[in-house]
Every structure is written in C-alpha cells, then in structure tokens.
C-alpha cells in the first residue's frame, strides 16, 4: 500500500487554478493526433504549459520525421466542444487544474480531460470501485447490491463501470447514497441500451464520468481506459464475480500497480465465476464477505496517491534538449522493438543522457513512429517496424 502524503491539490487545494488559455490549450494537446496521456505529461514536463508545447510540437514531429502536418485542432474547435459539454449539463475537468479529482491526477496515465456530469463532490469522498461479471448469478448481483448499499450509507461512494451483471447492481444499490459511473463512450450515448434509465438517473443523484468526447460511440479500445480510471478513482477495488481471464482481475490488476487495496467475495470453486475472485484471495486480496470488511480495511488506509511534480504532475522535468544528433536518433531506432522496452534501459543501452533521450523519444513519438506506455516504457509502433 502506498502511503506518501496527500497531494496538495483537490479541495482545499493550495494550487491555483488554471486560466482559460491553458485550458484550452490542454485541450487542444490532448486531442492533437499522436498524442495520449502519458505524452501529454511528458510535453507538459518539459515545456511547463500546453501553450508553449503546442508551439513546439510541430519542429519536434518534423525532426522525428514526420512529413504532414500534426493535425492540431483550434481554439474554436475546443471552444465549440466546451459549448457543447456545457450545453448537456456536464463540465470539462483538466488534468493539472484544482477541481480535477485527486486521486486520479496522481495515476501516471490519468486523462488529460475527463468529462463529468452530476455530484462532483463524490469523487472526493472515500470511495470503492465494485466490478464483476456481466453474466452474474443472482446470488453475486444481491451481494454487489448489498455491499454498495451499505458503503453509499456508511458514506463511501461506489465506482463502476455502468456495464450489465454486478456494475449495474452495485450502482442500483449505491444510487441514493452515492455511486460514480464511469462509461467507455460519450456521457450522452447509453450503452448498454437496457441501462439508460439508469444512467440517467446517476447523472441526476450521483456522478457520471468519461475521457471520450460527447458523441463518441464505446468501441472494444475504450474499455481498458474505462478500468483504468475505475481503479485510479477508489481507493479500493472490489471484485465480487469473475471469470480468470476478465476486464474485472484486469481492473483489480490495475488497482494493485496503483498502490489501491484490492477485496474480493470467495464462491464456490464449482462455479467458473468465481474462480477469478478465489485467485485474487489465493495472491492476498482481503476476503470480503459483508461491507464491514471493507469499511475496517478503510478505517486503517491512507489515500494512495504519488507525488507528481509540476503544473501536470508530470514525472520527470527536465528540459528540451536540441542538440540531438543524427547518430544518437539512430541508435535509439536501433534499440527500439514493437515489445515494451524500459526508458531507462534504452538510455543505458544508447550510452546516452536521459534528457537526450527523452526528447529524442518525443520526436519519435510526435511523428507517429513510437507508443509511449504506461510503467515508463515505449514500444515501437508495428508499421514503423
């Protein structure tokens, strides 16, 4: 478990809130082609403002070796989508900003914009992540029922992922107390299509969340970041029934790489469903069978959140480093595979300074040529290779 300080951000927070420009700018950023999450902590690392990374990016791209144009998009264009985001009721949250939430900001891929709609506040109480199977027996949706009921009462919001099964329980159940939805699509598409009255009704008395622009169809891509921010949002992930290769041990996976607790309800060894949650308590989950687990286990945490450093909590600052040459690029491409690879073992390997190398890679990222990942790695992307 992780147990550094509270990050001086959030309610309360003693850091300042972010103007208009750079939030457009970060928006702009974010939507640039190429650009992802851990990329845009690394531009805002090293050039402090998206404002002044928009401005570099395009001679960065060029000397990785792109030969189009980024396609960046205007002010106008984020602009109209804030119109439209405001228009539905919702509200833009930036990354680096002072409203947006806490625990999320300190996971090193957290969005760079999250759209939220509903009780905003809920994202800074305590709060469990409830996931498991979509095909749930009866038994497991009553227990994810209980559960959430029981912790939205006790004053602990329930997170989940508004799909069929236990979500749609643990939602059901928390709704009155508290319950945050986070959806793979846009937060007016209603998917799945039996839960809209639902989702609409959490958008009224709890809190609904997405990274996806308004409009965006959920697609198989976006649910790795649905459970993504699923986890880096509760201080805690139950897993109530899962099969042993699911989105639900994916997402208590997550958990645990982000320094959260993870729980889990034993079942019956005869029952495929259950075989998931029985592993998680085999590796040393805490084995759940009423809330009052939960809430013991919560008494004693501290909120898990790293320190990042930085207007955007990037996690390293160092500056842009011009004079790269055409031998060090080189040598980089060389050490580069499409398999994951440390950045600081390419910077052993290359012989070279870590700012050189950094920079070197956002080139090389900005022209399309590697994926930054999460855990400090790259990889070089399959039709580079």
Do not use: W
Request: one cysteine or more.
């Amino acid at each position: 478990m992780n147990t550094q300080p509270p990050l001086p951000f959030g309610p309360g927070s003693t850091v300042p809130a972010l103007n208009s420009a750079e939030k457009i700018a970060r928006m702009r950023l974010i939507r640039t082609e190429s650009i992802g999450p851990t990329t845009f902590r690394a531009l805002i690392s090293q050039f402090k403002t998206a404002v002044k990374a928009i401005e570099a990016i395009p001679d960065l791209a060029r000397r990785g070796g792109r030969k189009k144009p980024l396609s960046i998009p205007s002010k106008s264009v984020i602009e109209k989508e804030l119109a439209r985001i405001d228009a539905f009721g919702a509200t833009a949250l930036i990354l680096g900003d002072c409203d947006y939430p806490e625990r999320l900001a300190a996971t090193e891929d957290a969005p760079p914009v999250l759209i939220a709609k509903g009780a905003r506040h809920l994202a800074d109480q305590p709060t469990i992540g409830i996931v498991g199977a979509r095909n749930a027996s009866s038994i497991g949706r009553q227990q994810a029922y209980k559960i959430a009921k029981d912790l939205a009462e006790a004053g602990v919001a329930v997170v989940s992922g508004l799909a069929r099964g236990v979500d749609t329980a643990a939602h059901q159940g928390a709704l009155m107390g508290g319950t945050i939805a986070v959806v793979a699509g846009g937060l007016d598409i209603y998917y799945p299509r039996e839960n809209e009255e639902l989702q609409k009704s959490i958008s009224e008395q709890g809190l609904l969340v997405s990274d996806e622009p308004l409009g965006v169809q959920p697609q198989a891509r976006h649910f790795p970041k649905r459970n993504r921010i699923i986890s880096g949002l509760s201080l805690g992930i139950l897993v109530v029934e899962a099969a042993q290769r699911s989105g639900s041990l994916i997402t208590a996976r997550l958990a645990g790489e982000q320094g959260r607790e993870v729980f889990a309800i034993p079942g019956s060894p005869l029952d495929p469903r259950a075989k998931g949650a029985n592993a998680l308590i085999k590796s040393g989950a805490t084995l759940v069978e009423s809330s009052a687990d939960i809430l013991d286990a919560l008494a004693g945490l501290q909120t898990p959140l790293a320190e990042p450093e930085g207007p955007a909590y990037g996690r390293q600052s160092l500056p842009v480093t011009e004079d790269i040459s055409a031998q060090d690029r080189q040598t980089l491409r060389d050490l580069l595979s499409p398999t994951p690879t440390r950045i600081d073992d390419l910077a052993r390997d290359a012989g070279l300074d870590i700012g050189i190398v950094l920079t070197a890679l956002l080139e090389l990222e900005l022209a399309g040529t590697v994926e930054r990942l999460p855990g400090s790695k790259v990889a070089l992307c399959g039709a580079s290779f």
